[in-house]
């Protein structure tokens, strides 16, 4: 390998690592130093000119000149007949500066420094993903999904870079194929076996965040804050939202005209359910507010205990509680409050779901009263035995029967 071969290799290198000019002529220098430090002990006395964009390397030896015999340093000094024979005008006391040729040092010393310039590169390469993708968590990145495993997904960003999805990151819908764009937050860089292991993630809440940030222009100027978001990944997410300026309504901004704002958001993630939230201090409010769709007629707070205690009419029980209890669990996690739900009664005790008496009442017959609009104890008893007989199918002792045991529950 001569100079300009070398040269070459190392533009190759300088184009697909995307390193930059200087860092790579340090490299360079350092990696032939080595060389000449383990061909001539020390390099005090070397000279290394790079310019790769000409293709120009050089190295140029210099020593002073002394008498012949004189010599006591062959690093540094070199005998007069010696440097007459590299340039004849030279004089005894001057410094007689000689260029060496990389072939000149062998062919196994210029494979070594090769391999040292590969690895350096390798080593700064995977130092600078570390660094470039650590000052990245929390932001959103766009790339091809390169590889599908069972665990995990391999994703190429824009570089070539690899990133990792595992699969607890994603949303239980996700569907990807190879070649597909996906996009994820950067949830967290580690280094594992000298080389950096970068984690995406979709069910992270700071990833509907930043989602938030790309729709809403509002909170992207900091018009609008977004205090806390809590997510069910997939199913349903709560987004507390607050603006300090009156007269930005900060829900309607979030949301859109016809929902367009949100829509998008909903899209990316596999249609989750998204209730955007007016933040508030006030703690009786706020859980109002983040049970929402439900209609709550009172709550009691500990606030000792972090608990509330949250009355609704019996139609509104359902609402709150949401499918798969989600709506209740993520209202909890949102406002820090224990959350639990009772039904609202006209008098000093609890209405009871007719469900609850299918140990004692077939449930044809729950059925049939059902049919009627009686969906829990109270609301049979409002009506006469008279009534329910001649609204239902039911026979009258075995509506006295019913109405019996509905009223066992209350005594």
Not at 65 to 74: C, L, Q
Request: charged letters at 35%; aromatic letters at 6%.
């Amino acid at each position: 390998m001569n100079a300009d071969e070398l040269i070459e290799s190392f533009q190759d290198f300088k184009e697909f690592k995307n390193i930059d000019r200087v860092t790579m002529m340090h490299i360079l220098e350092d990696v032939i130093r080595g060389m000449i430090i383990r061909e001539f002990e020390d390099d005090s006395s070397f000279d290394i000119i790079i310019n790769p964009d000409k293709g120009d390397l050089e190295i140029w030896r210099n020593r002073t000149i002394v008498e012949d015999g004189a010599v006591e340093d062959p690093l540094s000094e070199i005998e007069y007949s010696s440097a007459i024979k590299i340039e004849p005008d030279f004089e005894i006391g001057e410094e007689a500066s000689e260029e060496l040729k990389i072939e000149n040092f062998g062919r196994r010393a210029i494979l070594s420094m090769r391999q040292n310039l590969q690895s350096k590169i390798q080593e700064l390469e995977k130092d600078s993903i570390y660094k470039k993708y650590k000052d990245r968590v929390g932001d959103i990145i766009t790339g091809e999904v390169y590889q599908i495993w069972k665990r995990e997904i391999l994703v190429l960003d824009d570089e070539g870079n690899e990133l990792v999805l595992p699969k607890m990151e994603q949303i239980p819908t996700d569907y990807f194929k190879k070649g597909d764009t996906v996009r994820a937050v950067v949830s967290k860089v580690d280094m594992k076996n000298t080389s950096p292991v970068i984690i995406l993630s979709r069910t992270s809440p700071s990833f509907l965040e930043r989602l938030f940030e790309m729709e809403v222009p509002e909170i992207f100027d900091g018009l609008i804050t977004i205090k806390k978001i809590v997510r069910e990944p997939g199913e349903r997410a709560k987004v507390a939202v607050e603006s300090y300026d009156d007269r930005i309504d900060p829900v309607g901004a979030c949301v859109g005209m016809k929902g367009s704002r949100i829509h998008g958001i909903v899209r990316e993630l596999r249609n989750e359910n998204i209730d955007v939230i007016n933040y508030t201090s006030n703690a009786q409010l706020f859980i109002q507010r983040s049970l929402s769709p439900a209609k709550i007629t009172s709550i009691k707070l500990d606030e000792e205990n972090a608990r509330a205690s949250v009355y609704l009419k019996p139609d509104q029980v359902s609402l709150a509680i949401g499918k798969g209890g989600h709506n209740i669990k993520l209202a909890g996690k949102l406002t820090g409050y224990e959350i639990d739900v009772f039904r609202e009664s006209d008098d000093d005790y609890e209405d009871v779901d007719l469900e609850e008496f299918a140990d004692e009442i077939d449930h044809w017959i729950i059925d049939e009263l059902k049919a009627i609009g009686c969906d829990t104890a109270k609301s049979v008893l409002e009506l006469t035995i008279e009534d329910l007989v001649k609204r239902t199918d039911l026979e009258e002792e075995t509506v006295k029967e019913i109405v019996g045991i509905l009223k066992s529950e209350f005594e």
